[in-house]
């Protein structure tokens, strides 16, 4: 659209179904330049990703032409296909329901670009479970917890 003009920074964390750790280190980085490769085909900027084997946050640089929701079930539907054709991992892959988008001003791209690299040493102390309430509760969204995510029931672990 002729003369509008914008920029926005978003943060977009899902989880594979149930939580499980099925992201496994010998091939989270081809998964990580396949979901690349989708954000920049559909015309948005890639300013980091990282995650857990349970878990991933993406970090974007969206224009207001692209629909949040369009896109994130791209990035789901297109690399749950990926890692089954590649057959990563031997039982059944999917993504879980849902996801968080969390906004961002220009001043903050550093702290969270740092901050979505440095996931596995931030969750050596945090749970994914502890760090997305946290997300929720920070960016005053309301919820129901038993609605938020299907979690593993291994709480006492700390998972």
């Known amino acids: 659209m002729a003369g509008t003009f914008s920029q926005l920074y978003i943060q977009i964390v899902f989880a594979v179904q149930s939580r499980e750790a099925l992201i496994h280190t010998t091939w989270e980085e081809r998964l990580y330049q396949y979901i690349t490769g989708i954000i920049q085909n559909k015309g948005q900027k890639l300013?980091?990703?990282?995650?857990?084997p349970d878990h991933l946050h993406i970090?974007?640089?969206m224009k207001p032409s692209?629909?949040?929701?369009?896109?994130?079930?791209e990035i789901k539907k297109?690399?749950?296909?990926?890692?089954?054709?590649?057959?990563?991992?031997k039982h059944k892959f999917n993504w879980q329901e849902g996801y968080g988008a969390f906004s961002y001003g220009h001043s903050q791209i550093d702290t969270v670009a740092k901050y979505v690299m440095n996931q596995k040493a931030h969750?050596?102390?945090v749970?994914?479970?502890?760090e997305y309430l946290q997300f929720l509760e920070k960016f005053?969204?309301?919820?129901?917890?038993?609605y938020v995510f299907d979690w593993i029931t291994n709480d006492a672990e700390g998972i």
């Open 140 to 146: 005053e969204i309301e919820y129901d917890e038993k």
């Open 47 to 52: 300013i980091v990703i990282n995650g857990m």
């Open 127 to 130: 749970s994914f479970k502890e």
């Open 66 to 73: 692209c629909r949040l929701s369009d896109l994130v079930r």
């Open 123 to 125: 969750h050596r102390k």
């Open 59 to 61: 970090f974007i640089g």
């Open 78 to 89: 297109s690399s749950n296909e990926f890692i089954k054709e590649n057959k990563f991992i």
